[in-house]
């Protein structure tokens, strides 16, 4: 039996590729079905098939309701920002038909036995790893993991240089500074490299930040010239706006090779001829590029390390080609960019050496040297809850960012009632002490608990991130030797059985009836929200419709606390044998006062107070300027009688 080949796949914002492990342990890229190695993110439903790739891009000024770009960045969201056909699909949906094509020109290259790594950005939350690695699975790719984009450009590098080989490597250890700015995601990490050895120190980005936002600036300021110069111009039909996008987009282009570009766009009969200089590109988007600035010194900074401990600086992502990206990072750093590995095939190449170490590892491909890849968590986990002294809401931080991978906390929680047979915890993802600063990651449910368990039974719940970062919880009740049963009931994504389903339709090879007939089959088992329209201020918002998800109050005993799914109605008095940091839902005795202690009431009667006032000077206001409207004949100063 043949070894099973190693692929890697970097699925992009703007343009995805693969690579694989070729028969001399080297990385090399895989064409697509056209000969390029760089096929564009864009999917095109037709009502009898989807196309990928550049006919999808071609097609999307002809038909923009047809077409589905930078699904990536809603990754993690309940569904994709923009209307298809007037229905809306879940984005990993969407990136599931890109990784299907990637797919078949995989198996045009390699065969039928291989295996897979899908890239992600460092800066992923939990969520959006989760739903990366189901989309791959409803292409039908066997996924053997996912890694981050930084990781896998660390790995081409060390390739290139030789230090994937701990025998033949070079003795010294480099520290690397990946500055990752791809078409919709920014991303930098602090990389230690060594012989054998990728060990990320600290990561650090911005998911919604990438060169699309330099294309959309550009955009914005040649619609400001041609409305200067059209002033009756009326409002930019939808293909008219990707004509548009796709204007600025290849000035950037041609800017990124030549001081002076030309902005040629058409519209309403009307054309427009802008030259835009580099330098009046770099005043356009200086902000932006400002704010990659700031995050590359605080990942530095996490990373514990000065600019003169950086020996690399590598640049990964087809935007670093931005002339002004390389000069900013020269002045911040003081070294010049790294150019052994190309910016947009180092990441597959990367996932292509990962995914070979893994099955190396399994034993299911050639032996090769075994790597030691360690990565951080991009994001804190904590528990929401009250802090019982001052009754505020609070996120608890049980895993603190940039902690090495894989790690793993216990956290004990008790039972309140007698025979409570189910504890909820709800889960966050943030540094921010505010809950509400804070993105919602899923409850772990713990459900089935032994019957009889007698009030403030001990409850301990295991929090692990794997080396991928995915979470895994488990539960147990200590002297019991039961293993509770524990759920993560998520926010948003699919669940597995919806996966499965999706994977069938997929697998049919057709087109967008096919996708209208899933969409209607999951709103009927009520898998899925009603669709809702997206105001025209916030299309491009980056704010996709979520699912709003209701939590039940905390238990008031243990540290911290946990939620019971039956106490909904009432609450206890605070039991003060608790620590005193621990988090729960105040209660009835303080459910009504505020955060300093102003009893109900007297709400009630500043609010009745603010309301009157407010109530009788808009009166006099409206009788001042139309006094016939003094319908209560009040006799007020300063009016006619």
Partial sequence: MSAAIPVGIDLGTTFSAAARINSQGRSEMIANSIGDVLTPSVVAFDESSVQIGRSAWEAAEAN???VAEHAKRDMGQLFFREMIRGQQYPPEVIQSCILRELRRDIRAAVGEDFRTVITVPAYYDELRRKTTADAGTMSGLEVLDIVNEPTAAALAFGERLGYLDPQGAPRDCLNLLVYDLGG?????TVIQLAAGQVRTLATDGDVELGGVNWDQRLAEHAEQRFRKLWSDAGEFTPTELVRLRRAAEQTKIRLSQAPLATLEFHAQGKQLTLPVTAD?????????????CFTTREAVRAAGLLWQDIDRLLLVGGSTRMPMVRRALTDLSGMQPDDHVDPDQ???RGAAIFAHNLLSLQDLSAPGPKLEITDVIAHGLGIAGVNQQTLRKENAILIPRNTQLPHEVCRTFVTKEHNQRSVKVQLLEGESSIPEQCSEL????????PIGLPAGTKINVWYSFQSNGRLAVRAEVPGVGDHAEIELERVRGIADEGVAQWKKILGRDGGYRDFEEALAYFLDKGDLDEPKVLPPSSKH????????????PAIDSGAPQAAADHLNKSFSPVNRETSSTSLDEPS????????KGLPWWGHFLGHALASTIGLTIGYYILCWIRPEANFLELNLPGLPR
């Fill in 64 to 66: 923009p309701d047809l």
């Fill in 184 to 188: 919709g995601t920014f991303d930098v």
């Fill in 280 to 292: 009046e590109y770099y005043e356009l988007t200086q902000d932006l590029l400002e704010r990659t």
């Fill in 346 to 348: 180092a990441v597959a």
């Fill in 442 to 449: 899923a409850a772990a449910a713990i459900r089935n608990l």
């Fill in 541 to 552: 918002s980056g704010q996709p419709v979520s699912r709003v998800v209701h939590f039940e």
């Fill in 588 to 595: 009835s005795r303080y459910a009504l006062r505020s955060r």
